[in-house]
C-alpha cells in the first residue's frame, strides 16, 4: 500500500463470554460471576480484512478504541 492512499475503515465491537471456574461454580452450585470481554475490530472498507484490534473489558465503548487501533 502507498503510504498516501487513504484506508477507509469500519470499527466495530462484539462482546465475548469468558468461560472457565464461573461455568463450573454454576453447574454445581446454581451461582456464578459472569465475565465478558468485548473484541474492538478496525476493517478495511473496501477488502473486509481485519487491519487492527483491541481486547478489552466491558465497559470499553468503541470511540474510546479508535487511538488504540493505530
Not at 464461573?22 to 476493517?43: D, F, I, P, T, Y
Amino acid at each position: 500500500m502507498v503510504p498516501h492512499d487513504r484506508l477507509h475503515l469500519l470499527i466495530n465491537s462484539t462482546s465475548l463470554k469468558l468461560f472457565g471456574q464461573g461455568g463450573w461454580n454454576e453447574e454445581n452450585h446454581g451461582r456464578a460471576h459472569r465475565s465478558w470481554r468485548k473484541l474492538h475490530l478496525a476493517v478495511g472498507a473496501g477488502t473486509g480484512e481485519i487491519v487492527a484490534c483491541m481486547l478489552t473489558d466491558n465497559g470499553a465503548d468503541d470511540g474510546g478504541q479508535v487511538s488504540a487501533l493505530f
